[in-house]
């Protein structure tokens, strides 16, 4: 297994700070929004991209919640193991809110087609945008595209793009690996 | 992620530990989902499932179809009352006939103890005891234990009475199980003729008196005298049983620490607990009934992910 860094810690940086502003531009002063990570992974992104408008932005009403999908997956008793629940902490109602979707890594965009069914339970939004830290945009078995995208990756099917965070594994920094 | 080590939910005894906790932590999940605006969720839409109820039921039975329902799954109901088994058809018969129109799962309540592992060992679906007589009934003992969980943030330790009936429970049996399976202390506590013979066998110790095991214990589970299993008498009058083993507010406010009641219901009020002990804080009775929705969500869930396509 050969693995090469596609983007290190400090590109992850400017990449971050980067998405926070485009958010900005389209939310101001994100009253009306609510960004949603995408558990499991996307909670790390989204987390870090709430902390970088709160502390470098100040801005001071941002609402972040993480949504599970496994209830809603579309593949349950097709794998080879179950699917594992995760948590859901969504305190607000996002009934004519401008939401968010936040996911480190698009690929089929099956995950993202349930979060839109799941999201559901929550209320009825004004529109949905994604965020993804990497688009692997050849890879898309469902017509869905991200509105905000780290980088663009073109990767075959036996590659495995893996985002490793701080919180989670001691460094920023994405990977592509043969598996 | 671990699965079930379990085909079926047949009881508690055929249950280790880590399934135990993996029922706990997707039922945690579930709890989530059944307090959204929209409860609902629609992971098992592509299974059915069928309630066969040979003996009657209320809370256990909306219990499960409620579970059933939230996660999408197609539901039948059956009961004895309104079938051929009051025209002589054999239980595997019946539930055969039932399976023939593609039914994935059964949740079976009978009074024959031992029904659900026949009928398991006898048909090709996945099945789910609600109750086999005075044998076992598993996702009580499973909610009775998450609730002690949530309430007192883990059951490990707990020292936990189960008071009354215990002869003819099923509930006692399966919870004695699940709480041990935990590592919680059990004792039982009842009239003598109602406490089995040779109960210490399985490890829990016996107290007659109530306010001993009241002293001793954290949470108290109060168990309905069932006489409509009692063919002879067990006690002299329900007025003394109530006098010897009934709790009420105040010998509950006579201990020097606040201890947990629960229920499994039907409560008989002014019998095994008076009314206002029912509806005290102490009391997580109705605790219990929400619990048992989110539990028996997560039962049929994973096994659900056990039937293969």
Not at chain 1, 146 to 170: C, F
Not at chain 2, 94 to 111: E, F, G, Q, W, Y
Not at chain 2, 178 to 205: F, R, W
Request: aromatic fraction near 6%; hydrophobic fraction near 40%.
């Amino acid at each position: 297994m050969s693995q090469k860094v596609l983007l290190n810690s400090k590109e992850v940086n400017i990449i971050l700070h980067r998405l926070a502003c485009q958010l900005i531009e389209n939310h101001e002063n994100f009253e009306e929004t609510v960004l949603v990570g995408i558990q499991p992974r996307g909670r790390f992104l989204a987390n870090r991209l709430a902390d970088l408008l709160r502390e470098e932005y100040k801005i001071k009403s941002i609402q972040l919640g993480h949504l599970d999908i496994t209830f809603f997956r579309d593949d349950f008793r097709r794998g080879d193991k179950p699917l594992a629940a995760n948590t859901t902490e969504i305190d607000f109602i996002v009934e004519d809110k401008n939401v968010v979707f936040i996911d480190d890594v698009l690929h089929t965009g099956r995950s993202i087609r349930s979060a839109l069914t799941a999201i559901q339970s929550f209320g009825r939004p004004k529109n949905i945008e994604l965020l993804t830290l990497i688009d692997r945009r050849f890879s898309r078995h469902l017509p869905i595209q991200p509105t905000y995208k780290g980088r663009q990756v073109d990767a075959i099917d036996e590659q495995r793009v893996k985002v490793n965070w701080l919180e989670n594994a001691g460094e920023d920094v994405v990977y592509l690996v043969d598996k | 992620m671990s699965e079930l080590s379990v085909d079926h939910l047949l009881g508690i005894k055929y249950l280790n530990k880590t399934d135990i906790e993996l029922i706990f932590e997707t039922a945690d999940q579930f709890k989530e989902v059944i307090n959204r605006p929209i409860k609902k969720v629609p992971s098992l839409r592509d299974i059915t499932i069928a309630n066969l109820f040979f003996e009657n039921s209320t809370r256990t039975k909306l219990s499960f179809e409620l579970a059933e329902k939230r996660l999408s799954a197609d539901v039948i109901n059956f009961s004895a009352s309104q079938s051929s088994v009051k025209k002589g058809e054999t239980l595997v018969d019946t539930v055969n006939n039932i399976l023939s129109m593609k039914v994935d799962m059964v949740v079976m309540r009978h009074p024959n103890p031992g029904a659900g592992v026949f009928l398991s060992k006898h048909v090709k679906a996945s099945i789910i005891n609600a109750g086999d007589g005075a044998h076992e009934h598993p996702t009580q003992a499973l909610l009775d234990s998450y609730s002690i969980r949530e309430r007192l943030g883990g059951v490990k330790g707990k020292n936990v009475v189960i008071v009354g009936d215990i002869l003819h429970s099923r509930v006692a049996l399966s919870n004695i199980y699940a709480l041990q399976l935990q590592g919680a202390n059990v004792k039982v506590c009842g009239p003598k003729t109602l406490i089995p013979k040779y109960i210490e066998s399985l490890g829990v110790k016996v107290e007659t008196n109530l306010r001993k095991a009241l002293e001793w214990c954290d949470v108290a589970n109060m168990l309905r005298v069932q006489n409509e299993r009692m063919e002879i008498s067990y006690f002299p009058s329900t007025r003394e049983y109530t006098q010897q083993f009934g709790v009420n507010k105040t010998l509950l406010d006579s201990l020097d620490k606040e201890i947990v009641i629960m229920h499994p219901g039907p409560i008989n009020r002014g019998v095994e607990i008076t009314s206002d002990v029912a509806d005290s804080k102490q009391a997580i009775i109705l605790d219990q009934v929400e619990n048992g929705v989110a539990v028996r969500m997560a039962v049929i869930y994973l096994l659900a992910s056990k039937i293969k396509q």
